[in-house]
């Protein structure tokens, strides 16, 4: 009951907000046009209302091998808390889409980090998730540039404030240059949503674009772009 009426009142300030401000949904809808020029499979604009944040988001990433190893990734990253505060200062965010060239059969979809890892795993095993990995991976940078190329261009048409972020953790160098604390691509590195907190899977779901888990056959990324 509470969260229906934190939701409620949510949907109640956001409203004002964006009716302050004149903004339509449908004035965004070259962002739209764009991702699906990007190849993206789908493209949704939703009021960053919509955006799911929590904190349990984070602990997953806990559990990651890059944990720390990464400045675009937990705790070198805006807390959870933090990131709410940022997302009230937006009105609309974009979900993006894509799919992933890169196959999973059933075994590895169902453990795709222990078949890659686990020395206990067979030869055959490991390989297969190897070759899986490394396909994602090589997509994945495609994914990140594309989200890039729809930030420039809603900064272009006068959304200035406009961020993207990606799907997984920044891909750009072979080790990061975290122990210095000063990341050497800026301008191009992005944060992966779920470490600000993100719940992707109910964001998508909540806007009519769910996502499946696990997975079957070729992923469906998906990365979203806040706009203001």
């Known amino acids: 009951m509470a969260n229906d009426l934190l939701l409620i009142e949510n949907k109640f300030l956001e409203g004002m907000r964006l009716s302050s401000r004149g903004i ?14 990007l190849e993206a499979i789908d493209a949704k604009i939703i009021p960053t209302y919509k955006v ?28 959870v808390d933090e990131f709410r505060e940022i997302l009230k200062e937006y009105s609309y965010a974009m979900l ?14 169902k453990a795709p980090y222990k078949t890659w890892l686990d020395p206990t795993e067979s030869e055959e095993t490991r390989e297969k998730a190897a ?11 495609k994914m990140a540039s594309a989200m890039l190329e729809l930030e420039k261009v809603a900064f272009n048409k006068g959304f200035t404030f406009a961020v993207a972020f990606v799907n997984g953790s920044c891909r750009l160098c072979e080790k990061c240059n975290v122990e210095k ?19 992707m899977k109910k ?16 992923p469906e990324p998906m ?4 706009i203001d």
């Open 181 to 199: 604390g000063i990341c050497i691509h800026s301008n191009i590195a992005r944060i992966p949503e779920h470490a600000v907190g993100i719940n």
């Open 131 to 141: 070759k899986f990995w490394e396909e994602y991976f090589d997509y994945s940078k």
């Open 24 to 37: 339509k949904p449908e004035e965004l809808n070259f962002l739209v046009k764009k991702a699906l020029e």
């Open 223 to 226: 990365s979203i772009l806040l």
């Open 52 to 79: 799911f944040v929590e904190k349990r988001v984070v602990l997953k990433c806990r559990g990651c091998i890059g944990y720390g190893k990464k400045l675009t990734c937990p705790p070198h990253v805006p807390t």
């Open 203 to 218: 964001t998508a779901a909540e806007s009519g674009m769910p996502l499946e888990f696990p997975i079957k056959g070729q």
């Open 96 to 109: 993006v889409k894509f799919r992933s060239p890169a196959i999973a059969d059933e075994e590895i979809a």
